[in-house]
């Protein structure tokens, strides 16, 4: 897992140095911008959810209280996801929603 060597604060602008391991620096790829810091404490990953099998399809399962908490009333048809393994642990990422921030939307009458 990644460490944090160093944090620097400058006016609006928050720096953090990262020791990370090979394979993380393998899941980054080339990758320099978009990237998602998290931690992975059981204090942080604070939501159990209940996992099974619904034959063969590639389906994820949401409870309500989830969709009403972060205000998604409708769901994607299709979700972006991705599942790594760092170490011995495995982990899913989901994106259930895309920001639309900044970008209008025009419908007609």
Known sequence: ?????????????????????EEEYR???NNTS???LLPTSSNFLDRPLTTGKLGNSNR???PKKILE???I???????????FHVGDE?????KLKKSNLG???FKEV
Do not use: Y
Request: no cysteine; aromatic share 6%.
């Open 1 to 21: 897992m990644a460490e944090i060597s160093s944090i620097d604060m400058k006016k609006d602008d928050i720096i953090v140095n990262l020791k990370v391991s």
């Open 27 to 29: 899941l980054l790829g």
């Open 34 to 36: 978009n990237l998602l």
């Open 60 to 62: 994820i399962m949401l």
């Open 69 to 71: 908490k972060f205000e």
């Open 73 to 83: 009333r409708e769901l994607v048809k299709k979700v972006p996801a991705k599942t």
């Open 90 to 94: 495995v982990f899913l990422f989901i």
């Open 103 to 105: 970008i209008p939307v």
